[in-house]
């Protein structure tokens, strides 16, 4: 029933724990938690009614007998403070994920653990994480079609030490950062030389341009450096 990425998210919830999934869509990943005995409760949640529809289609064409809680609404206001234990939030961009999370902070931080997925500005949503107090537990590589997938698992805390980043959030060690180059996956390092093609095209526009200054390029070449002696294992 599950995609790698959307098993890769269960296996971040532990055994008894409530759950909500925000943007639930298809409802896939919420099936799977009651199906497998995991979660004894499990919040479907949507801002969008034809996506909930689907998910209220498929817990009654796959799991008719099993009770699911359906709500309609916009990030976690479908919630009360401290309702779950977990709260899932995946496929969306990381800065819609930061304001869903931002909205709702009491919630955001009553809950045990935040379970996250972004598609894109993963760096600037580890260090909103970060600076609002969030400690990440956790981070995965998951391969899915011709992408790889971030998943961030977040707990309520003190940050370590090796996550207190002084860099701007829109800095490169932010969305490649040295823990997540030092996973024990091949997938680390398909990841960092995907971003290595991204800096270069970039870099060969750039000097193909009239309007872009020296430091600008010096910034992409820094970026460059920085990610190939990630992959070296220097940094």
Not at 114 to 143: C, Y
Request: charge should be positive; aromatic fraction near 6%; charged fraction near 30%.
């Amino acid at each position: 029933m599950l995609t790698d990425r959307l098993k890769a998210m269960a296996n971040q919830v532990e055994q008894g724990e409530s759950v909500v999934d925000i943007g639930t869509d298809h409802g896939y990943l919420p099936m799977y938690l009651v199906k497998e005995n995991i979660s004894p409760k499990v919040i479907m949640a949507d801002v969008s009614k034809g996506s909930l529809n689907k998910a209220k289609r498929n817990a009654k064409e796959f799991m008719p007998d099993a009770k699911f809680d359906f709500r309609l609404g916009n990030g976690l206001k479908v919630i009360r403070k401290g309702e779950v234990d977990t709260i899932i939030i995946a496929g969306m961009g990381g800065n819609l994920i930061t304001e869903i999370l931002g909205r709702d902070m009491g919630k955001a931080k009553s809950a045990k653990k935040l379970i996250l997925q972004p598609r894109t500005a993963q760096g600037r949503l580890r260090a909103w994480l970060i600076k609002k107090g969030f400690n990440i537990s956790e981070e995965q590589l998951v391969k899915e079609g011709k992408f790889i997938c971030e998943i961030i698992t977040a707990t309520v805390g003190e940050p370590d030490e090796k996550y207190k980043l002084s860099e701007d959030m829109d800095s490169i060690k932010w969305e490649m950062p040295p823990w997540v180059a030092k996973l024990k996956t091949p997938l680390a390092k398909e990841f960092i030389n995907s971003k290595i093609d991204r800096e270069n095209r970039i870099l060969k526009s750039m000097e193909n341009s009239k309007v872009i200054t020296e430091s600008d390029i010096q910034a992409i070449k820094n970026n460059i450096s920085y990610l190939e002696d990630l992959l070296s294992g220097e940094y």
